[in-house]
């Protein structure tokens, strides 16, 4: 592709900016799993996927700052709470077990559908990315829809917390297809092969019956999610993000 | 879970070609969990060509040590046949040694 003009290459650094926020908020909020988790395998495993998520939103973020001449831990960590773009399904705390397992289900297949877009996209280096991004997802996706039959079928206690969260998160989930200011310009550049509606259309697609099967009620149908998806920041992240940023705003400047 | 946990032996193959080695174990209630796990302790730093994940119910031990380890010298039957070095030794010892260098003069 081309130089980038300045609107494609400020739609494309949007874009790049809400998916690497996604996957650092997510990797924060479950890593809190470490050392907690239902069994020490699972606490390895979880802790795994979760440094996983960290990993991809380094690469997102380092894509990101090779297009804005930014450096990308400043981006990750030098800003405000409010500056952050993930969708609002990363606004909560992580709860309990079923509630960090039904997001990380409805995650995982909303980042798999926009993984499998974006390995075609026009932007090679954002479509190499997804390429080897999409080979770790696979064992996400297996993980959690795994451990989403298991409490489904777990007993009447784990169903009713795991109903509970699905309903819980469905409107925020959706979010993670919000539209972006940039999005049409994307769109017509072939950066993003389909719009982000199509993508929410895939996604329900592949929840809904893997929902039904695991006995689990589907929430009523939504609208299309408002921009402000990205945007509306919680209490519960402020705390987060007091956490993850202690050390790096301990002191500004410093070089690591 | 807890009681229903079942212990995975775990066997790794570091390189195509390569014997498989026995590597650790994990805990987990079925084979699919197993085979997340064991993947996760023995295969997610590029470290393993293959893994196989065995219930550790599944194998056979012996381990009778009169069975495994005879008391009386077997030696004769390793592949290599007795053991002369230490005999071969002694011989040149009486014999006054390096002989061996001067024979073809």
């Known amino acids: 592709m081309s130089e980038l003009d300045a609107e494609t290459r400020a739609a494309l650094a949007e874009l790049l900016l809400a998916m690497a926020d996604d996957e650092f908020v997510l990797g924060f909020w479950d890593s809190e799993w470490t050392g907690i988790a239902p069994i020490l395998e699972e606490d390895v495993a979880m802790s795994s996927v979760s440094q996983d998520e960290i990993g991809h939103a380094k690469a997102l973020y380092e894509l990101l700052a090779g297009l804005s001449g930014e450096d990308a831990d400043r981006i990750a960590f030098g800003r405000p709470v409010d500056g952050y773009r993930h969708a609002a399904l990363m606004n909560h705390a992580r709860t309990d077990w079923a509630f960090s397992i039904a997001r990380r289900f409805l995650y995982e297949h909303a980042d798999a559908v926009r993984l499998e877009s974006l390995a075609a996209s026009a932007y090679q280096p954002l479509a190499d990315l997804a390429v080897k991004m999409r080979r770790e997802e696979t064992y996400h996706l297996l993980h959690f829809d795994l451990w989403l039959r298991r409490l489904a079928e777990g007993g009447d206690d784990s169903h009713a917390r795991l109903a509970e969260a699905i309903g819980a998160l469905w409107s925020d989930a959706q979010a993670v297809f919000a539209p972006m200011a940039g999005e049409a310009c994307l769109v017509a550049a072939r950066i993003l092969p389909e719009s982000l509606e199509a993508l929410r259309a895939r996604w329900l697609e592949r929840v809904i019956p893997l929902l039904e099967a695991s006995h689990l009620p589907v929430p009523a149908a939504t609208d299309r999610p408002t921009a402000d998806g990205r945007t509306q920041r919680t209490d519960e992240f402020a705390w987060l993000h007091g956490e993850f940023t202690m050390v790096s705003g301990s002191e500004a400047d410093a070089t690591w | ?105």
Not at chain 2, 55 to 83: N, Q, V, W, Y
């Open chain 2, 1 to 105: 879970m807890g009681s229903k946990d079942r212990v995975w032996e775990v066997f790794r193959q570091e390189a195509e070609g390569d014997p498989m080695v026995h590597g650790g174990s994990v805990k987990a209630p079925d084979e699919e969990l197993a085979t997340h796990y064991a993947r996760e302790f023995y295969g997610r730093r590029q470290e393993s060509e293959r893994l196989w994940i065995v219930p550790r119910d599944a194998i056979t031990e012996l381990d009778d040590p009169d069975l495994l380890k005879p008391p009386f010298d077997r030696s004769f039957k390793r592949p290599g046949g007795f053991l002369i070095k230490h005999k071969l030794e002694a011989a040149r010892e009486r014999a006054g040694s390096p002989q061996v260098e001067e024979a073809g003069e």
